[in-house]
């Protein structure tokens, strides 16, 4: 089946510094992925949407030179969190659309990365 | 827009107890409508998903059907376990490439024996 490995899956950083998430699409060619958020006991917040070779969509309120994406190949895509501050401390999630279910438009979700900011 | 409307959680219940929990959309055109599940301190796994109204969805004893009609997407157990608690995700799909799913706020379902 469809796999999206995310790594790091936890990630503790100092304030001010930067940390990048990467997604691989393992078994699938992922020419779009999504980049969620999630705080404690809410649900997915849609930060961005990332295309391969393009330039990725940000929703409203997400600050782009903030949070930067970049797909360069139809199998990675990577999130920065630069000049992280304890409110960046959050559950980031990845998710590729296509795989085995790409037909009936099912998803593939990364395991996550818990990031803490000190 | 297109949005997803699930019940409030926690849903507190005894192990074997059925289990509902409800899900609601407002979608324009014809959505894919799914359940996630993510258990402590892990990722979502894809429970169950039904593609067109009618579609009954099913994996692990769990049981949601895609009701046009209702705007619904009830996720059903007819005898839960401890190990089903979680929290539970309905989402949708508008079907467009490109799109990224609409997930509902989420219900945590905690099952004690």
């Known amino acids: 089946g469809a796999v999206v490995s995310q790594h790091p899956s936890r990630v503790i950083c100092k304030s001010g510094t930067s940390v990048k998430i990467e997604c691989r699409s393992l078994?699938?060619?992922?020419?779009?992925m999504f980049w969620y958020r999630q705080f404690p006991k809410q649900s997915l917040m849609l930060m961005a949407t990332?295309?391969?070779?393009?330039?990725?969509?940000?929703e409203q309120g997400v600050e782009k030179d903030k949070f930067l994406i970049n797909h360069a190949s139809l199998t990675l895509s990577t999130l920065t969190v630069t000049s992280a501050h304890p409110e960046d401390s959050s559950f980031y999630i990845c998710?590729?659309?296509?795989?085995?279910?790409?037909?009936?438009?099912?998803?593939?979700f990364g395991s996550g990365t818990r990031l803490t900011v000190v | 827009g297109d949005s997803v409307t699930q019940m409030e959680g926690p849903v507190t219940l005894s192990e074997e107890a059925f289990l509902t929990i409800n899900c609601t959309y407002t979608?324009?055109?014809?959505?894919?409508l799914f359940w996630y599940v993510q258990y402590p301190g892990e990722g979502l796994q894809l429970l169950l998903k039904?593609?067109?109204?009618?579609d009954k969805g099913s994996n692990k004893g769990f049981e949601a059907t895609y009701r046009k009609e209702t705007t619904s997407f009830h996720l059903e157990k007819g005898s839960v376990q401890v190990s089903d608690s979680a929290v539970y995700f309905c989402?949708?799909?508008?079907?467009?490439?490109?799109?990224?799913?609409?997930f509902g706020k989420g219900t945590t379902l905690s099952v004690s024996s």
């Open positions: 998710s590729a659309p296509g795989g085995a279910g790409q037909l009936n438009y099912g998803y593939t």
């Open positions: 989402a949708l799909s508008a079907n467009q490439a490109g799109t990224a799913l609409i």
């Open positions: 979608a324009t055109g014809y959505p894919s």
């Open positions: 039904a593609t067109k109204a009618d």
């Open positions: 990332s295309n391969e070779g393009s330039k990725a969509t940000y």
């Open positions: 078994d699938f060619q992922a020419t779009t």
